[in-house]
């Protein structure tokens, strides 16, 4: 609840950062942005945020947090309510993802560690399928939604996954006597996500 606490207050600090700072060239405002509003939100996003999909309602501090990017995203591009103009719109003309994107990519980057590399032997074990030949993982019971952890949304999350991007992610494809091969793995399926990401695989707010 502490460490809760403390990115909560985080988080609230980046608003008047806002109102502060002398905003250069076109080009830049996007740097400036990405070091300030980015960096501070996706500190964590994997543990404190849920990620979101389609089916699912949207979480009070997701929804704080997407108010101020969409802020941000207006601020950025010379933009009012008046105008209008979608802020999803506006977030892929920046290239910025919005904080549920952002959530669903860390989450499923981590999630490739851990089924991978053993980042967390426990959550491994728990989410890995019985037969080696499947690609979805184990979306753990649990009925109560205060009792969900990563394990619970990072299976649901993974699972919603094409299968073709699962199969090349899972621990049977991984290249264990070439080091190069691997990594390149690693970043086509961060370019894989992303593109589904941005392609509608998961809801924008």
């Known amino acids: 609840m502490a460490q809760m606490k403390a990115y909560t207050m985080g988080i609230k600090k980046i608003t008047p950062k806002f109102r502060i700072i002398h905003l250069p060239k076109e080009v830049q ?3 400036m942005c990405g070091a300030i509003f980015t960096s501070v939100a996706r500190y ?3 543990v404190y945020s849920k990620p979101r999909l389609h089916s699912d309602p949207m979480s009070e501090d997701t929804h704080k947090l997407q108010v101020i990017q969409n802020k941000m995203f207006r601020l950025l591009t010379g933009k009012t309510l008046l105008d209008r103009v979608r802020v ?3 977030g892929r003309k920046l290239a ?8 669903c990519y860390h989450t499923l980057t981590e999630t490739f560690n851990i089924i991978n590399y053993g ?9 890995l399928p019985r037969s080696a030949t499947s690609s979805s993982l184990t979306v753990p019971l649990c009925r109560k939604t205060s009792c969900r952890s990563f394990s619970f949304y990072a ?4 699972n919603k996954l094409p299968v073709e991007i699962r199969a090349r992610a899972m621990p049977a494809s991984l290249i264990k006597n070439n080091p190069k091969a691997e990594l390149n793995r ?3 399926f961060k370019k894989e996500i992303k593109k589904w990401i941005w392609n509608g695989g998961v809801p924008f707010k």
Do not use: H, P, V
């Not at 910025?96 to 959530?103: A, D, F, G, R």
């Not at 980042?119 to 989410?127: D, R, V």
């Not at 299976?155 to 993974?158: A, G, V």
């Open 44 to 46: 964590g996003i994997a």
């Open 88 to 90: 999803e719109d506006l």
């Open 29 to 31: 405002k996007c740097s």
């Open 155 to 158: 299976s649901r999350l993974w």
């Open 96 to 103: 910025m993802m919005s904080i549920n994107q952002m959530t």
């Open 119 to 127: 980042a967390s032997e426990k959550i491994q074990i728990k989410l």
């Open 186 to 188: 690693q970043i086509n």
